[in-house]
């Protein structure tokens, strides 16, 4: 199993839907959790983090569960700019070091 | 704040030749940044952390010897892809993290390197 799994899609939706990707982790030690958004042949870019209560960003909404192992992503009122791959990201705690994981990423179609 | 350069943005080098990739941190300290690849179509795949004043930590399957990092200082790290070859020829991106960040990594834009 990999450490971090993502549905690679893509995601086709209208604009204006809502759209919510999941990301689930294997290690449960996992300490930090994040979310980021890659455009084509450019670098990833800090979408937000993930904290333990939830967290909202405008029309974004991130969710952690850790008794389930998985993070979450809502998009409200998508938007034409919004099509993107969306790469989420696992911290584990291991002896003190911290190395990232990284989903394969979710591709999002946002279309007129 | 939290910017992240790289240099150059792309380069193209003949197979067989050396070549090196600066990634800095602009406006903030890093005592640890990572070295990735990206293939066309596919995930990022962490090749190295570097950690200021120590040696990179490398990933399994990644030759040491072929990817040498150097992190000089707080707020610079080098990639030398030794002896280039067109497998080689990827994206390679750097990101670093702020000393006070809780584990955000900020992301330079990458260096494109096509080997012929």
């Known amino acids: 199993r990999k450490e971090v799994e993502q549905d690679p899609g893509p995601f086709n939706v209208p604009e204006g839907a809502t759209v919510a990707f999941n990301c689930t982790y294997s290690n449960s030690a996992s300490q930090s959790f994040f979310w980021y958004r890659q455009d084509c042949r450019k670098e990833p870019k800090l979408l937000m983090s993930?904290?333990?209560s939830g967290n909202e960003d405008g029309r974004f909404t991130a969710q952690l569960n850790r008794a389930s192992q998985y993070i979450s992503l809502l998009i409200r009122d998508s938007k034409l700019s919004d099509s993107a791959t969306y790469l989420c990201v696992v911290f584990p705690a291991s002896g003190g070091s911290y190395i990232p994981t990284f989903g394969r990423g979710t591709s999002l179609i946002v279309h007129p | 704040g939290a910017v992240v350069s790289q240099h150059p943005s792309w380069v193209i080098c003949k197979s067989g030749t050396s070549v090196k990739i600066e990634c800095r941190s602009l406006d903030f300290q890093a005592t640890t940044m990572f070295w990735y690849r990206q293939f066309p179509k596919q995930s990022l795949m962490l090749m190295a952390t570097s950690n200021e004043g120590s040696k990179a930590t490398y990933e399994q399957g990644v030759e040491k010897d072929k990817f040498l990092i150097n992190h000089a200082s707080l707020t610079l790290s080098t990639l030398t892809v030794t002896s280039a070859h067109p497998e080689d020829s990827s994206f390679y991106i750097c990101?670093?993290?702020?000393?006070?960040?809780?584990?955000?990594?900020?992301f330079g834009p990458g260096t494109r390197l096509t080997v012929t």
């Open positions: 993930v904290y333990s």
């Open positions: 990101s670093a993290i702020p000393g006070t960040s809780d584990y955000e990594q900020y």
